[in-house]
Structures are given as structure tokens and as C-alpha cells.
């Protein structure tokens, strides 16, 4: 039997709100040692995600101020989630697929969970994990991949 999403990934992960400043996004990336940190409403339903490359590229290069910068305006919004009950398989193939390193897990489209590559590493077999990581270190073909 396959291993599910629910069984590696680290529940109730800490999530920004929409209208939050971007640099209370970045205090939470900061506290929890991390790269991105899901976006959401007053509902906790998923929105977009926010990336260290996010915060560097929309907000830095391009001259914003990320105290008024809300987390939402330059959060990615098409994000690629996983779910509990999804195989780790699949989980590793779409992040491969998306080159991202953390998937935000929803359930009736609210946050219950963050899956990262390191909790999938730990939960596969090591030469599957390596492909995966392979993978997601490629240079993106269209431009599209990202960090998060």
C-alpha cells in the first residue's frame, strides 16, 4: 500500500492572510526556516502561496515597499496543492513536474497541511527521492517553475 500525503506532511502549517504585509511574510519564512509560506483568506482557504523569490522579484527588484506591499498582491496564485489522501508518489510527481519544493495540502480548500520535500524524502524510498530532487533542480523549460 502506498504511503499518503497525510502521512508526511507537517500539519497546520503557519499561513500568511492576503491582506498581511510582506514583511510579516517574511518574519514567518525567518521563524520557520523556510521559503514560502501559503497565502490566505479570513476563511483559511488557500489563495496563492508567497516565496522568498516572490518578495526578492516583485517587491525588491521592482522597487515596492514591503511594508505596504500586501502578501497577496504578489503571492503566486496558481498553486498546485496536494491532498491528504493523495498518494506521496503523486505528490512527488507534481512537484517535479511544478519544480517547487513544498506543495500547500488542502482540504475543502483550506490549509490543513504543508508537504515538503525533505518530509517526502524521509517517507520514500532514497533513489525515487533523488530522481525527484533531480527534477526539481532542472532550469525551468518554460520559465514557469518556481521556488516555493
Known amino acids: 500500500m502506498s504511503k499518503l500525503v497525510r502521512d508526511a506532511m507537517t500539519v497546520n502549517p503557519r499561513?500568511?492572510?492576503?491582506?498581511?504585509?510582506?514583511?510579516?511574510?517574511?518574519?514567518?519564512?525567518?521563524?520557520?526556516?523556510?521559503?514560502?509560506?501559503?497565502?490566505?483568506?479570513?476563511?483559511?482557504?488557500?489563495?496563492g502561496m508567497i516565496t522568498d523569490r516572490d518578495i526578492t522579484l516583485r517587491v525588491v527588484a521592482a522597487g515596492k515597499d514591503p511594508r505596504s506591499t500586501a502578501a497577496g498582491d504578489v503571492a503566486t496564485r496558481q498553486v498546485s496543492p496536494a491532498y491528504p489522501d493523495d498518494s506521496l508518489d503523486d505528490a512527488l510527481e507534481r512537484m517535479a513536474h511544478r519544480q517547487v519544493r513544498r506543495l500547500p495540502v488542502i482540504e475543502d480548500d483550506r490549509v490543513v497541511g504543508i508537504l515538503a520535500q525533505a518530509d517526502?524524502?524521509?517517507?520514500?524510498?532514497?533513489?525515487?527521492?533523488?530522481?525527484?530532487?533531480?527534477?526539481?533542480?532542472?532550469?525551468p523549460s518554460d520559465g514557469n517553475g518556481g521556488t516555493a
Open 120 to 139: 517526502v524524502a524521509q517517507e520514500v524510498k532514497d533513489k525515487k527521492a533523488g530522481q525527484v530532487l533531480e527534477a526539481i533542480s532542472q532550469p
Open 15 to 47: 499561513t500568511v492572510s492576503l491582506n498581511a504585509s510582506v514583511v510579516d511574510a517574511a518574519h514567518i519564512m525567518e521563524q520557520e526556516d523556510v521559503g514560502s509560506v501559503p497565502v490566505v483568506d479570513t476563511d483559511n482557504i488557500l489563495v
